[in-house]
């Protein structure tokens, strides 16, 4: 079969091995899998949080089974990463920080014309039968949606809130989408590309500002009687973006960090204006089945279309086409196929 392979940071399209399964293990035809700004991130070397498997973000249909509940022919989604649900970790509320969560793993990776889920993730909650009325590329959008509900839930969006989402790739704008589904009242979108600051203004921001050409904190104040936003949400990795987010919240409000920040990133910032201004920091990192499982229902009660977000659609073979123009911030999701 044809999966993507990373070889010394190189992405290769190779003929490998279909995985063979052992007691409990799933294999999964791949049908749609998205391009993660991380997977980008590992092929640069840039990544700082796992190993560099690539395809996290795959639908597809069970093509062999050794368990009783998933028969060939269902349509389903796979989580590459599940936790214990056991240690102290688990137990106390941080479940993507337990040891064994990052250690599973789809094989050989998403970009695969079959992966294979192993038994770990099949018994506990990775894997999700998709509704008749679920596509695909809809789909493929689960993960990282859900990756932004437990990130909101834990930073916490109230009704009326003024949200500023700093970044408006794939991620920023499933967080502006997200937002109003959970009662945000305006949300603001900044970006350094015009073709993402206008593409926000699509999907559900109210007002967004080009963060190369004006003041993004100004603003803001203008837009909030001089307060600043209730919540920022940092969505890219930018030590810029970082800063941005927390000159532009008010006396009292929360800063959600979610892009994952470039290697040793030092930020010069004054440590005292956060308790003077009483700022909480929260930081999310991935998700759990609690969160996939809602964010499959947000999809499928078509509270949210994902599928606006998707400006590229990509074989296999044209895989390395897809992450120069991720890498060039021509598109905001890529999606892959079989
Ligand atoms: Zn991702
Ligand atoms: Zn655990």
């Known amino acids: 079969m044809k999966a993507i392979v990373l070889e010394n940071g190189n992405p290769l399209l190779k003929e490998v091995p279909i995985p063979k399964l052992q007691e409990g293990d799933v294999l999964v035809k791949m049908k749609a899998c998205g391009l993660c700004g991380t ?155 015009e073709f993402r600051r206008e593409y926000s203004l699509k999907v559900g921001a109210d007002v967004s500002f080009n963060a190369a050409k004006i003041n993004i904190e100004e603003e803001v104040k203008k837009l909030t009687d001089g307060r600043g936003v209730d919540v920022a949400i940092v969505a890219s990795g930018a030590p810029q973006a970082i800063l941005s987010a927390l000159n532009s919240v008010r006396k009292g409000g929360r800063v959600l960090l979610f892009g994952v920040p470039y290697k040793g990133t030092i930020l010069n910032y004054d440590i005292s204006n956060l308790l003077n201004n009483e700022i909480s920091i929260i930081s999310s990192n991935a998700a759990v089945e609690e969160d996939t499982r809602e964010a499959l229902n947000m999809i499928a009660n078509k509270k949210i279309d994902v599928t606006k977000l998707i400006t590229g659609k990509f074989k296999l073979e044209e895989f390395n086409e897809a992450v120069r123009e991720a890498k060039e911030g021509k598109t905001i999701k890529a999606i892959i196929y079989d």
């Open 39 to 193: 997977d980008v991130e590992k092929i640069c070397g840039q990544y700082t949080a796992s190993q560099p498997i690539l395809g996290h973000e795959p639908a597809g249909i069970i093509q062999e089974s050794t368990v009783e509940w998933l028969k060939p022919g269902d349509r389903v989604f796979a989580h590459h990463h599940v936790p214990c649900y056991e240690c102290y970790y688990c137990k106390k509320g941080s479940p993507t920080m337990c040891p064994y969560y990052r250690k599973t793993n789809l094989d050989p990776g998403g970009f695969a014309e079959y992966f294979r889920v192993p038994a770990w993730n099949v018994k506990r909650g990775g894997i999700l039968k998709l509704p008749d009325n679920v596509t695909f590329d809809e789909g493929a959008f689960i993960e990282p949606l859900a990756t932004v509900i437990r990130a909101q839930r834990r930073v916490f969006i109230d009704k009326d809130d003024f949200i500023l989402v700093v970044g408006a790739g794939p991620m920023g704008l499933l967080h502006v989408m997200a937002a109003k589904v959970n009662g945000a009242g305006k949300v603001f979108v900044s970006d350094v590309s």
